[in-house]
């Protein structure tokens, strides 16, 4: 066992002063600031009330939370919103609950503990990210993007709405030898080779469905589709995207 001599006991409050004097310099507050764009399309948005789970669609804890583990968890389950909360929390949802307004920017000072310089929420607060988009695919297998139409004279081509994305529709249609494939209402796919007369170009934000099967991209709406030609054999140069 080790005797504590003189020297030693000095050396050791010498060394407790020292920690002691950086530790008051630490207790200056550190900044803490939030990404402002995360990997997947993620904006933040601000920090925002917590009323009793504002987002409750899935949740998960992790001592090594950051902004970005939170983003990637939630946009792997398809959702639109994540909040960080409380040091370690992370939540994922759609929509927000009543009451869940933007509050003092300030509040949100629980450091992440994965990353002790950006807030994960506070107390009953969250770092809140939403997600940009969904966007037109521009194309894909020399299909390219045509717009958004009110319909095409067309056959469907069944997938799992659930699945559905512009690829798989596009892919499809190609097997089948369509030079048209329509992305409509958010899971359905459409496959021609002529749009009728009586169905034209229409305003861009008509098509504004996320697809089921990934929602970073659009697929139509509302007896709206977004429409893809192969090598632009329909339609010529588009007219809009
Ligand atoms: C999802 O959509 C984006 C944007 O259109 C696209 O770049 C990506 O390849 C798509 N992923 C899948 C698996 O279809």
């Not at 717009?147 to 095409?152: D, Q, R, Y």
């Not at 494939?181 to 934000?205: K, P």
Request: aromatic share 10%.
């Amino acid at each position: 066992m080790m005797t504590m001599t003189r020297s030693t006991v000095v050396s050791l409050a010498t060394l407790a002063l020292l920690s002691y004097t950086s530790d008051a310099t630490a207790v200056h507050k550190r900044d803490l600031e939030a990404p402002i764009e995360i990997e997947g399309g993620w904006e933040y948005q601000g920090c925002y009330l917590d009323v009793g789970r504002t987002i409750d669609k899935d949740s998960f804890r992790n001592d090594e939370m950051t902004n970005e583990m939170c983003g990637e968890f939630c946009y792997d389950r398809g959702y639109s919103t994540f909040g960080t909360e409380w040091y370690q929390e992370c939540f994922c949802g759609d929509k927000l609950a009543p009451g869940a307004s933007e509050a003092d920017p300030n509040d949100c000072d629980t450091a992440c503990m994965g990353d002790e310089d950006q807030p994960c929420g506070g107390s009953n607060r969250l770092s809140l990210y939403k997600r940009k988009g969904p966007d037109v695919n521009p194309g894909w297998m020399d299909y390219e993007a045509i717009g958004c139409w009110t319909a095409l004279t067309s056959q469907e081509h069944s997938i799992d709405p659930v699945d559905m994305t512009v690829k798989k529709c596009i892919e499809g249609c190609a097997t089948r030898g369509y030079i048209l494939a329509g992305v409509e209402f958010g899971g359905e796919c459409f496959c021609g080779n002529t749009i009728t007369n009586d169905h034209e170009l229409a305003e861009a934000d008509e098509c504004s469905y996320a697809c089921r099967g990934n929602r970073t991209e659009l697929c139509g709406g509302t007896g709206h589709m977004n429409v893809y030609d192969f090598k632009l054999q329909f339609s010529g140069p588009p007219a809009t995207t």
